[in-house]
Structures are given as structure tokens and as C-alpha cells.
């Protein structure tokens, strides 16, 4: 390498210097360490030269995607967490897109990734889960989530835990629920009506949160000593943040929050074990009677892990996307003129106006769905599902070396020009006659493959639900914020200031 044969020219050019004899042929001790010295430095050199080599160019079997491997240690994770307003791919992304082609190489929070913003990659990586590839997720994430939440393990676990989410956010359980979110969503509503102005964001997020952790867990913040929403608040402030462990930096904040959060968790499971109840009231009830169960997989991290996880999943994506609604629906009266007309018939239709949303009534909101997927599209709320090669794999020409990661990203999925005419574009009428509850290589905003989100349907019957109740009952006005960042994943800096008025 021309590096290593510099530093040798070099060394050896260093015999040829002339040098001066003291006097009296006294050579001092500086003198006599000089030429330690000067090789350690040398050495040094080389070995950071080499590292730094290897770093930038590493070992393959086949050919590696193009791509660059960006500063040691760093990689170019401070490029991927840069802050930007576009509502675009993610420059992060598109720039090495229009570099390097839909698959290329990177490295990130010092992991080499392999970035797919290719349809036929993505399919086959969510199509080989458990063979080829696995869930797999950084070590800072992991940190943030817990090493047994259910992200990050594998094969039976995995499905014994999806089936236990399943009993609570499966189709029987959400017709239960129907009620009570409408009931949640009407009151909160009113409530807001009745104020100058509300911050819709974190609004929703207290419902949202309120009636989750109700449901979970039976927790009632006017009823508890300690607030759990502000330790998931402080979690959520510093989720995506550049992994910096000091104190003051948001992700000591976030892991704080998690800290505190499992904390009162638990807490809580110590005492409904201790207090056991004689028939199930929420999910709690069903996770103690599943850990009492002789011989039971289940243990007490892996249920508080997966507590912590379904309390954040259910409120804080959730908030983030009816947001978006409301600010889409405010930027584009056709489409609020379509959602409304399509909710008022549903009440035309009944005997009593007054009466609550009925299952069926719910499943014929065609046109909502539509505004959901095409909101859930644009929001691109999760910016990369990641997963981990478990083994050599050649792909269109590229190797994948095994233990590598791979990020399929979603943004550049959703916003293809080549699927979705002019992508950027609010267009709800563009999913009209597609199939709107199941992900495709086009479609993947609730994931895809075995690990499609569990929760899928809970979230498209909340937003449903609210903009049923918002669009037939109220008017709102935005008065200040609405502004978006993404750092990559989507953020309303300054909120969306919304004034809510009942109409006549």
C-alpha cells in the first residue's frame, strides 16, 4: 500500500541525516531515547493507517455494495442523524441513492449496514426472516428497549409473545374496544373545545396513552402517586438521539426515563402478584396468570420488557400520525369535504344519531382507510427496519457478508416515483380499490413479514375513531406550529396549535 511504503521511505531515509558528536562523546539521555521514541511513533502510525484502511475497505468474499464506510468508530452515523425539514426521502438516503444506486453500504453507531431502498431486496429480506436474516436492531437501541424486549428475540419466543399481544389487539378484543376509545375520544374532545387552544400532539398522546395504559395495566394517573407518562416523555425526547451516555444529553434523558418507567412497572407487578385478582381485568391480569403457569417460558423481564414496549408503541406513533391528519386534512379541503360527507352518512343511517359506532359502521369507512394509508405513507414514521444477515448471502450481483446488518428503508418505498405518481403529493384517492390492511413490496408502514405489526389494526381504529368523532362534531382552525423535522424519524418541533369549536 503506497502508506506503508511512504512511512518506509522514510525510516529508511533517516539513516542517511548526518549528526553532530558532542562534545567530549557524551551522548545525553534524550539522544539515546529518540530513536525508541521515534519507532513507537512510527508503529503507532502504521497501525492506525492500516486500521483506518481496513475500516474503509472490509474483507468480502464477493463484492460489496458500493458505498462508503465514512470515519472510524463514527461511520457516517452523524450524517444519518442530521436533522432535516424535507418531506422527501431522507437526504441521508437519496444523496447516496443517486451515488451508488438502491442498495449500498454504510456504517452506523460503528455497525457495517447494508441500506436496501430496492423492492425485490426488501421482499426477500422479509420473506427469509428466521433463515436468512433475523430482527436485529443497534446496541443503543437495545439499550433503549430492553435486551428481552420482543424486537430483539427470536423463533418460538418471538411467536409466543406475538400471540399474546394478539389476545389483547386482536379483531374480538378491538370490538370490545370500540366503545370505549370512541367514549375516550368524545370526552377529550369536549374537553378541548372548551380551551383557547390545544397542542394536538401532545393531546393525543395523553388519550391515547391514558386509555392504553388502562387497558394494560389499569393505571390511572389521577389515582397514582407518580406519573408514568412523563418518564415515557422523557424516554421519547432523546429515542432517536445520537448515542451520547453524559449527563444533560437527551439520550441520558431517554435512559433515565426508561429506568424510571421500569421502575414503577415493576412496582406495579410486584403488588397485582402479591394481590392477584379472580378474573382478568386487563392485560396485567393475563401476563401474572400467564407467569404462574408450571413451566412457563415467560419470566418477569421478558413481561416487563414487553409492557414498556406496547405502552410506547400504542401512544407515541399513534399521536404522530393523527397530527399529521389533522394537519393534512387542514391543507387540503377536498379531502376533508370527502372524509366528512363519508361520516355523515354513517350517522344519516341510523335510528339514533346519538348512538355509538357500531363494528360494521366502522369497517365501511372505505374512503378513511384510504386517508390513513396515504397519511401513514407520507408520515414515514419509522425511518429503517433493521435486520441482521445469519449468513452469507449474494443478492443481484452484491454480497451481504454474514453478521452484517441491513436496513430496508421504508421512506424511499413509500415515496417511489415509479409506484406512486407524483409521490409527494397528498392523494387519498390513489388507494382507491387496493387492498388497504395488509403490507406489500410498495407498502410496508406497519413493517412486513412475519413481524408485521401486531398493533396495526388498534391504530387505524383510533384514528378512525377520532377523526369520526372530529370531523362530524367539530371545526378546528390551526393557529401556530405544524412545522415537521425529521432526525430521521418524525417530529413536530413546535407542535400543531390547533382552537377546536363544536358545531351547531
Known amino acids: 500500500m503506497p502508506a506503508f511504503s511512504f512511512f518506509f521511505f522514510f525510516l529508511s531515509s533517516l539513516s542517511s541525516f548526518p549528526t553532530s558528536t558532542p562534545p567530549f562523546h557524551v551522548k545525553s539521555q534524550s539522544s539515546k531515547m529518540w530513536p525508541i521514541a521515534l519507532c513507537i511513533a512510527t508503529f503507532v502510525i502504521i497501525s492506525i493507517?492500516?486500521?483506518?484502511?481496513?475500516?474503509?475497505?472490509?474483507?468480502?468474499?464477493?463484492?460489496?455494495?458500493?458505498?462508503?464506510?465514512?470515519?472510524?468508530?463514527?461511520?457516517?452515523t452523524l450524517q444519518f442523524f442530521a436533522p432535516n425539514t424535507s418531506s422527501d426521502i431522507p437526504p441521508f438516503i437519496k444523496e447516496r441513492m443517486e451515488r451508488y444506486g438502491p442498495i449500498f453500504r454504510t456504517n452506523l453507531v460503528g455497525r457495517p449496514v447494508v441500506v436496501s431502498t430496492?423492492?425485490?431486496?426488501?421482499?426477500?429480506?422479509?420473506?427469509?426472516?428466521?433463515?436468512?436474516?433475523?430482527?436485529?436492531?443497534?446496541?443503543?437501541?437495545?439499550?433503549?428497549?430492553?435486551?428481552?424486549?420482543?424486537?430483539?428475540?427470536?423463533?418460538?419466543m418471538y411467536k409466543y409473545l406475538k400471540n399474546m399481544v394478539l389476545n389483547l389487539f386482536g379483531p374480538e378484543s378491538l370490538k370490545k374496544m370500540l366503545s370505549e376509545v370512541e367514549q375516550a375520544t368524545c370526552r377529550n374532545l369536549n374537553r378541548w373545545s372548551c380551551q383557547d387552544t390545544v397542542e394536538l400532539k401532545e393531546a393525543t398522546a395523553r388519550m391515547i396513552f391514558d386509555l392504553t395504559a388502562k387497558k394494560l395495566?389499569?393505571?390511572d394517573q389521577e389515582k397514582s402517586s407518580e406519573n408514568l407518562r412523563e418518564n415515557f416523555v422523557a424516554f421519547i425526547q432523546g429515542l432517536i438521539s445520537f448515542p451520547l451516555d453524559i449527563p444533560g444529553t437527551a439520550y441520558h434523558k431517554c435512559l433515565q426515563g426508561r429506568k424510571n418507567a421500569m421502575r414503577m412497572l415493576k412496582n406495579m407487578l410486584k403488588q397485582r402478584r402479591?394481590?392477584?385478582?379472580?378474573?382478568?381485568?386487563?392485560?396485567?391480569?393475563?401476563v401474572i396468570e400467564e407467569l404462574n403457569k408450571e413451566g412457563t417460558v415467560l419470566t418477569e423481564a421478558i413481561a416487563l420488557d414487553l409492557m414498556f414496549v406496547l405502552l410506547f408503541a400504542s401512544f407515541e406513533t399513534t399521536s404522530l400520525a393523527i397530527t399529521l391528519a389533522a394537519k393534512f386534512l387542514s391543507d387540503h379541503p377536498l379531502v376533508l369535504k370527502k372524509l366528512t360527507e363519508e361520516h355523515e352518512?354513517?350517522?344519516?343511517?341510523?335510528?339514533n344519531v346519538d348512538s355509538e359506532l357500531t363494528w360494521k359502521e366502522y369497517?365501511?369507512?372505505?374512503?378513511?382507510?384510504?386517508?390513513?394509508?396515504?397519511?401513514?405513507?407520507?408520515?414515514?414514521?419509522?425511518?429503517?427496519?433493521?435486520?441482521?444477515?445469519?449468513?452469507?448471502?449474494?443478492?443481484?450481483?452484491?454480497?451481504?457478508?454474514?453478521?452484517?446488518?441491513?436496513?430496508?428503508?421504508?421512506?424511499?418505498?413509500?415515496?417511489?416515483?415509479?409506484?406512486?405518481?407524483?409521490?409527494?403529493?397528498?392523494?387519498?384517492w390513489r388507494?382507491?380499490?387496493?387492498?388497504?390492511?395488509?403490507?406489500?413490496?410498495h407498502f410496508m408502514a406497519f413493517g412486513g413479514g412475519m413481524r408485521f405489526c401486531v398493533g396495526t389494526e388498534f391504530t387505524k381504529m383510533q384514528m378512525a375513531v377520532f377523526l369520526h368523532c372530529l370531523v362530524t362534531k367539530y371545526r378546528w382552525q390551526a393557529i401556530r406550529g405544524g412545522d415537521i423535522v425529521r432526525t430521521p424519524g418524525l417530529q413536530f418541533p413546535n407542535g400543531l396549535h390547533v382552537k377546536i369549536s363544536r358545531t351547531n
Open 217 to 219: 395495566i389499569s393505571y
Open 49 to 76: 493507517i492500516h486500521w483506518s484502511y481496513s475500516w474503509r475497505n472490509p474483507k468480502c468474499n464477493g463484492k460489496l455494495p458500493p458505498g462508503s464506510m465514512g470515519l472510524p468508530l463514527l461511520g457516517e
Open 345 to 351: 352518512a354513517i350517522l344519516e343511517k341510523r335510528e
Open 274 to 286: 402479591a394481590m392477584p385478582r379472580k378474573e382478568q381485568s386487563d392485560f396485567f391480569d393475563y
Open 118 to 156: 430496492d423492492p425485490d431486496l426488501n421482499h426477500f429480506i422479509f420473506q427469509q426472516e428466521g433463515q436468512l436474516f433475523q430482527s436485529w436492531y443497534p446496541d443503543t437501541f437495545t439499550e433503549i428497549f430492553g435486551r428481552q424486549n420482543v424486537g430483539s428475540l427470536h423463533g418460538f
Open 431 to 441: 388507494w382507491e380499490g387496493l387492498e388497504s390492511s395488509c403490507a406489500s413490496k
Open 363 to 428: 369497517k365501511s369507512m372505505t374512503f378513511t382507510f384510504q386517508f390513513i394509508n396515504e397519511t401513514v405513507r407520507l408520515a414515514n414514521i419509522v425511518p429503517g427496519i433493521f435486520r441482521k444477515a445469519l449468513r452469507e448471502i449474494q443478492f443481484k450481483g452484491y454480497t451481504i457478508p454474514a453478521g452484517w446488518a441491513v436496513m430496508v428503508c421504508p421512506p424511499a418505498v413509500h415515496l417511489n416515483p415509479a409506484k406512486y405518481e407524483d409521490p409527494l403529493a397528498f392523494n387519498p
